[in-house]
């Protein structure tokens, strides 16, 4: 089982995550990032899941202890909308990235919807940072460009997602190839939020599952 910790940001400033560590002392680390609903049960069962696989995980708490019920779009968009992701990205999820790299370890970002839009912010401003997997998130270009991603980027869209959707994720990956950046891309004959086991709605287990095959061997392969 993991524990809350609290660890520092670039500015000083502390913040609080889940920590799950693998059993081996010297595995490579992989920072989680929460769905809009925020730091759900779901979440810290996905770092549990992490460390089982090899990897200390950690799950940044961006919304300050605030988590939303699954059933509570509204609430959820409002959390959202207030967080202010580039001092998310740039200081609470880059503060959880040099707390897994801190003995040395290469250290790769992964997130969920809102999490996924930060998984690319990240890959853009994060230096520490040495992969990425991002399921079913893109942030505006503003905030992002695909020609500004500085490391291998593994990706995962749902094909019935009317948040992320098709035409998005398309021109996302246009744009990655024209930028000559790394984009291994998968996408399922799913709904946005596939991966989430606790939201029966929209769960697929087979999607969910081979899309967490390929997100450990990437990381396995990049992080060692």
Same mark, same amino acid.
């Given at each position: 089982?993991?524990?809350?910790?609290? @660890? !520092?940001r670039?500015?000083?400033?502390? +913040? $609080?995550?889940?920590?799950?560590?693998?059993? =081996?002392g010297?595995?490579?680390?992989?920072?989680?990032?929460?769905?809009?609903?925020?730091?759900?049960? /779901?979440?810290?069962?996905?770092?549990?899941? &992490?460390?089982?696989?090899? @990897?200390?995980?950690?799950?940044?708490?961006?919304?300050?202890?605030?988590?939303?019920?699954?059933?509570?779009?509204?609430? #959820?968009?409002?959390?959202?909308?207030?967080?202010?992701?580039?001092?998310?990205?740039?200081?609470?999820?880059?503060?959880a990235?040099?707390?897994?790299?801190?003995?040395? +370890?290469?250290?790769?970002?992964?997130? &969920?919807?809102?999490?996924?839009?930060?998984?690319?912010?990240? #890959?853009? !401003?994060?230096?520490?940072?040495?992969?990425?997997?991002? &399921?079913?998130?893109?942030?505006?270009?503003? #905030?992002?460009?695909?020609?500004?991603? !500085?490391?291998?980027? /593994?990706?995962? @869209?749902? $094909?019935?997602?009317?948040?992320?959707?098709?035409? #998005?994720?398309?021109a996302?990956?246009?744009?990655?190839? +024209?930028?000559?950046? $790394?984009?291994?891309? %998968?996408?399922?004959?799913?709904?946005?939020? &596939?991966?989430?086991?606790? =939201?029966?709605?929209? %769960?697929?287990?087979?999607?969910?599952?081979?899309?967490?095959? =390929?997100?450990?061997?990437? @990381?396995?392969?990049?992080?060692?």
């Amino acid at each position: 089982m993991g524990t809350i910790i609290t @660890f !520092k940001r670039p500015d000083g400033n502390e +913040a $609080s995550g889940y920590l799950a560590n693998a059993a =081996r002392g010297n595995a490579p680390g992989v920072v989680v990032i929460q769905e809009w609903w925020g730091l759900q049960e /779901q979440i810290k069962g996905m770092c549990e899941r &992490f460390a089982r696989a090899g @990897f200390d995980a950690l799950a940044p708490d961006l919304y300050k202890g605030t988590v939303v019920p699954y059933h509570n779009t509204v609430a #959820a968009e409002k959390e959202m909308n207030s967080l202010d992701f580039m001092d998310a990205t740039t200081q609470t999820v880059r503060g959880a990235v040099q707390y897994l790299a801190r003995n040395g +370890a290469k250290v790769g970002l992964t997130g &969920f919807c809102l999490g996924g839009a930060v998984t690319i912010i990240g #890959a853009t !401003k994060i230096p520490e940072l040495t992969a990425a997997v991002v &399921f079913y998130g893109i942030p505006p270009e503003a #905030a992002a460009k695909p020609a500004d991603v !500085k490391i291998p980027l /593994q990706a995962h @869209f749902a $094909s019935k997602d009317d948040w992320c959707t098709p035409a #998005a994720v398309d021109a996302f990956e246009k744009a990655m190839k +024209a930028a000559g950046k $790394s984009l291994d891309i %998968h996408r399922y004959d799913a709904e946005h939020g &596939f991966a989430n086991e606790q =939201r029966l709605s929209v %769960h697929d287990r087979q999607c969910a599952e081979l899309a967490w095959g =390929r997100a450990t061997e990437y @990381f396995a392969k990049h992080l060692g």
